[in-house]
C-alpha cells in the first residue's frame, strides 16, 4: 500500500509569489492534517479536513488555505510567500481524524 | 496556550548506555504520541499511550505517561548507533488524535550515539 505522497519534494520561491501543495492520503484515510516544521523545531499545526470539511485551524494567517476534494486528497495553498515560510510542510492522514497520524515526507519549500 | 517541553534538546551519548528522554506539557491530556525523524526525512510514529500509566515498548525503547505529572518519558536502553534521530513528544488535547486542535510538538531531542 502506498503511505501518504506528496509533492512537490522540494521547491524554490521567492518573495510574495504563492504555492500550492499537494497531498494524497493513504488509500482509505478520509482525514488530511497540515504541519509546518521550521528547521530545528517540531511540526506545527496548520489545518485538519475531514470528509472535505475543514475541522481545525492552527495559528497561521490568512494567507494560508487549504482544501480537500472528494478522493479525500488535499491542497495547502500561501499567498504572499515570506522569507519565514521557508520550512518543511508535512501531510499527515487518519482514518477519522482520531486516529494515530501517518505522516508524509514533505514539501521543502525554500522563499528567497 | 498548551505548552510541550522536551529536555534534554541535545544528547550524545556513547552505545551500551541508558538514558530517559523527558516530555512534560501544561494543559490536561490523556494521548501523548512519540515520532522518530531522520535527517531530511519524515515523521515516523514510535509509540500511542492514550491513558495514565501506559507503557509501550518497542525493542530498545520505552515510553509511559503520567497523566498526573503531565508528563511522559522515553527511556533508551543499551543504545546502539541505528537509534540516532531527533525525537519528539506530541500532544493532543482535543481527545480526537490530532483532530480540531491538531497534535502539539515539543521542540525534539537530537540524539547522536556514538560507537
Known amino acids: 500500500d502506498a503511505g501518504v505522497t506528496q509533492s512537490p519534494t522540494h521547491l524554490i520561491k521567492t518573495r510574495g509569489q504563492q504555492v500550492t501543495l499537494r497531498c494524497s492520503p493513504i488509500s482509505g484515510h478520509k482525514s488530511v492534517s497540515w504541519y509546518q516544521q521550521v528547521l530545528g523545531q517540531g511540526p506545527q499545526f496548520i489545518f485538519q479536513y475531514y470528509e472535505k470539511e475543514e475541522r481545525g485551524r492552527g495559528n497561521f494567517p490568512d494567507r494560508f488555505s487549504a482544501r480537500q476534494f472528494p478522493n479525500y486528497s488535499s491542497e495547502l495553498n500561501v499567498n504572499a510567500l515570506l522569507l519565514g515560510d521557508s520550512a518543511l510542510y508535512l501531510c499527515?492522514?487518519?482514518?477519522?481524524?482520531?486516529?494515530?497520524?501517518?505522516f508524509g515526507a514533505g514539501s521543502r519549500l525554500t522563499v528567497l | 496556550e498548551l505548552k510541550v517541553e522536551q529536555n534534554p534538546l541535545f544528547l550524545s551519548m556513547q552505545e551500551g548506555k541508558n538514558y530517559t528522554i523527558y516530555c512534560n506539557y501544561s494543559t490536561t491530556s490523556d494521548r501523548l504520541y512519540w515520532y522518530r525523524q531522520d535527517p531530511g526525512k519524515s515523521l515516523e510514529s514510535l509509540f500511542v499511550l492514550l491513558s495514565n500509566g501506559a507503557v509501550k515498548q518497542e525493542g530498545r525503547l520505552m515510553a509511559s505517561l503520567d497523566t498526573k505529572a503531565r508528563l511522559s518519558t522515553l527511556h533508551i536502553t543499551a543504545a546502539v548507533h541505528d537509534l540516532s534521530a531527533t525525537y519528539f513528544c506530541a500532544v493532543d488535547i482535543g481527545g480526537s488524535g490530532g483532530g480540531a486542535d491538531g497534535l502539539t510538538f515539543g521542540k525534539g531531542t537530537h540524539l547522536i550515539i556514538q560507537p
Open positions: 499527515a492522514s487518519s482514518y477519522s481524524g482520531a486516529n494515530v497520524l501517518t
